[in-house]
């Protein structure tokens, strides 16, 4: 049965920083990763899509990797906002299912 | 495209009745969620229909929650009795068919039961 990590479970880091989400799984059958962010209260928003095929995919400051054969994904946020801050989730599709990781609460110290 | 809408988007109701959630999916999808999220267990997936045609619901927590979706644009999932354990957030989400296909996300339905 898949399962998705993420750590830590918590972040805080002052403005201007970078910074970097982890994300795991157990079984590398996937057909691809994405990372979503959550705001308080709201829906899942996709940020970043990367089918199995692909090593990594950029939007602006954020850039993921992916290595399917560890089972290991990144999410690298550059020059970190106060904006940035939210739950960012990641989730593995097998078929027609997506498994989703409990998230990284991410707090941005102005 | 107005997206996936949800509705209510917020419900609270006394433990014993009936819950009815609301979705209706963005159009010319053919694949739609359920998922639940709470504190304890994250984001969840209860059902999925393809087609009107419900594929997979080993997520649906017991027989107390039943799902439908007797046309393309329009899709129910149901508690009764609804019990406290039952408070969560429930979304939507639709898609195209396949497994390359991006899942777009209602903005939930935050259900308390008291």
């Known amino acids: 049965k898949q399962e998705v990590t993420q750590i830590p479970a918590a972040l805080s880091v002052p403005e201007g920083e970078n910074l970097v989400l982890n994300c795991s799984f157990t079984d590398s059958a996937i057909y691809n990763l994405q990372w979503f962010r959550q705001d308080p209260g709201k829906g899942l928003t996709s940020l970043l899509l990367i089918q199995s095929s692909q090593r990594e995919q950029t939007s602006g400051r954020l850039n993921a990797s992916l290595d399917k054969s560890s089972g290991r994904s990144t999410l690298y946020i550059a020059a970190s906002q106060p904006g940035d801050s939210a739950t960012y989730l990641c989730?593995?599709?097998?078929?027609?299912?997506?498994?989703f990781g409990k998230g990284t609460r991410l707090h941005i110290l102005p | 495209d107005a997206g996936v809408i949800q509705s209510p988007r917020h419900e609270v109701t006394e433990m014993g009745q009936e819950v009815t959630l609301r979705c209706k999916p963005i159009?010319?999808?053919?694949?739609l969620f359920w998922y639940r999220q709470t504190m304890m267990r994250g984001l969840e997936l209860l059902i999925y229909f393809n087609n009107n045609v419900p594929i997979d619901d080993s997520g649906m927590p017991e027989d107390r929650f039943s799902a439908k979706m007797p046309n393309a644009s329009f899709s129910t999932l149901k508690i009764q009795p609804s019990e406290p354990r039952d408070s969560a957030v429930y979304f939507c989400?639709?898609?195209?068919?396949?497994?390359?296909?991006?899942?777009?996300f209602g903005p939930g339905t935050r259900l308390l039961v008291l």
């Open positions: 989730a593995v599709k097998e078929d027609d299912k997506i498994i």
């Open positions: 159009s010319g999808h053919n694949s």
């Open positions: 989400a639709s898609s195209l068919s396949g497994a390359q296909k991006t899942q777009y």
